[in-house]
């Protein structure tokens, strides 16, 4: 009987998907509350509560490894619930997502030289040194790329394509806008970039022949966008194979006001969001960090991420 009311007790607990979405995470891989947040997209309060019955109820272990505290499933247990885990794992709804988000922050555990290039990052420019900045760092990482066949989707004036002209064998421009594409046309004339074209046209279809491009560009761009899986299907096409996708863009935050002020259509985005909409496009070899955060409130952070599209 007693077996029983455990089992029963246990079933209790399972029956809140957040505290069913940590067991299963933890039966995959120990992990620290902060890797959680990241996967789960929550609180630390909130997945600090769970964990605490899971542990309560001995569904779950921790042990300290210098600061951090890691998370396991107990393996008894697991084995124990083996049959109805498999089944909650492939009908919770976000069973998918919490895999590639897992594989994910595992992907980051491993990556210990980001986070040195961050340390180097903020280093540079933290003294001042004459003549030394990022300004120039960045025309003088520009003028090594290859001359490449590239596609600044979304270029409003295109200060970005004008810098990448310099260098590329060819830039595609490409804006909704009349009127920036007009200036940026203009602009591109008088300053003699004959290897810069200016396209009217949506982002979501780009008016790009099929690949036909080395290099797709969406820089701040995919957070104004009704339908930014669209967008990133369109530069798959536009791409040829081997080609390139490079997203610069917001992380997910909770500043409603850039809505109306900026005309935002989503507040950012995660990581193991671009991620999936990358996937989902047929691209592969993703590889995503957070490459800056403001110093002042809200600390808006911005988010790198790069892919491929397979050769045939």
């Given amino acids: 009987m007693d077996h029983m009311s455990s089992i029963v007790k246990i079933l209790k607990v399972l029956a809140d ?6 067991l299963l995470l933890l039966g995959e891989e120990e992990l620290t509350v902060a890797e959680l947040q990241e996967i789960l997209g929550m609180g630390q309060s909130r997945i600090s509560a769970c964990l605490g019955q899971l542990k309560r109820e001995g569904l779950a272990t921790v042990r300290r490894v210098g600061k951090n505290m890691f998370y396991r499933a107990k393996e008894e247990e697991v084995a124990r619930l083996g049959e109805v885990l498999e089944t909650a794992r492939r009908e919770l709804p976000e069973g998918a997502r919490d895999r590639a988000a897992l594989a994910l922050a595992l992907r980051k555990r491993k990556d210990r030289a980001a986070e040195y290039f961050d340390k180097l990052a903020g280093r540079f420019g933290r003294v001042y040194v004459p003549g030394r900045s990022w300004e120039a760092l960045s025309h003088a990482l520009l003028r090594l790329l290859p001359p490449l066949t590239v596609a600044d989707l979304g270029a409003g004036e295109g200060t970005l394509s004008q810098l990448l002209a310099r260098t590329a064998r060819r830039v595609i421009a490409v804006d909704n806008s009349e009127k920036m594409v007009e200036y940026g046309a203009a602009l591109a004339a008088e300053h003699g970039f004959a290897n810069l074209e200016y396209r009217l046209g949506d982002v979501e279809d780009p008016p790009i022949e099929d690949r036909c491009v080395d290099l797709a560009l969406f820089s701040q761009v995919l957070h104004h966008l ?3 899986q669209r967008a990133i299907a369109s530069a798959h096409r536009i791409l040829v194979p081997g ?14 006001q850039v809505r109306e002020l900026y005309a935002h259509h989503w507040l950012g985005f995660s990581e193991i969001d671009l991620h999936q909409m990358l996937a989902r496009a047929g691209f592969s070899r993703i590889e995503s960090s957070v490459v800056s955060r403001e110093t002042e409130e809200p600390h808006f952070q911005t988010i790198l991420v790069t892919a491929t599209k397979e050769a045939d």
Avoid at 243 to 256: F, K, S, V
């Fill in 17 to 22: 998907p957040t505290r069913l979405r940590l």
């Fill in 226 to 228: 009704p339908h930014p």
């Fill in 243 to 256: 080609g390139r996708i490079l997203i610069l863009d917001l992380a997910a935050h909770t500043q409603e």
